[in-house]
């Protein structure tokens, strides 16, 4: 359940536990991700930002990714 909360997080991660028949929620992916020692995530060196509008006005997205390890 970790690799799969660090791979696809909250929501994305519950929905794929449903499909696979072994329901978990978003909140306790997260809670599982917030148990795993920091040593475990080095901090990247190398970061792209992109910030985008999907409507003028309303709604914002940024993605932030680690160009090195391309995630």
Known sequence: MESLALALGGEQ??????VLRMRCSPDTLLRLLRRLPNDAFEPP?????????WR????????ICDLERHR
């Open 56 to 63: 003028r006005g309303h709604r914002y997205g940024t993605l």
């Open 45 to 53: 060196r190398v970061v792209s930002l992109d910030e985008w509008a």
């Open 13 to 18: 991660g519950s929905r794929l536990t449903a």
